[in-house]
């Protein structure tokens, strides 16, 4: 393949994630607000318990469609375990609610077969994982790295 074949092959791929962006956006139930902060360490947000009558997602966008994409799985995962009840939801600890966010996040990524969004859904969970502070999402993080699921991601990366 010569230069000009994978630049354009790039493009194709990159359009491609910002349509299935949108499609993910139109295809949400509740508002998704797009934001741009300065902070990398924010992907997103969900919480209804914080805006009963104004329920929505959150992502702050990195120029990454990649990173929006996986950011806009995990807080979707959130927003159906609360809709579903989930005995993760409305406890104190947050370990199990991101636990399900991950792996179920990882388990959308993977059903997509985008190796750009497994492979950033893998570098968020490692990121996680590799604080050096414990919090719940740390926890989460390196319970999912001891799943099959894991393995089975890090295979897509040899592809
Ligand atoms: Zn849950
Ligand atoms: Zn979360």
Known sequence: MDNFDSISLLNIMLINKRKLFSQLVSDCSIPVIVKQTNDEAYGGYYSKRNYPSN????INSLDNIAHDI???????????HENENCRCMNRSCRTLAEYH???EGLQAAIKLGNKDIIKETILLIQGQAEKNFTNSHRTAA???MRLKLWQKALKWLDT
């Open 101 to 103: 966010a991950y792996k």
């Open 55 to 58: 329920c929505r997602i959150e």
């Open 70 to 80: 996986v950011s806009l799985l995990h807080e979707q995962v959130h927003y159906r």
């Open 142 to 144: 390196k319970k999912v």
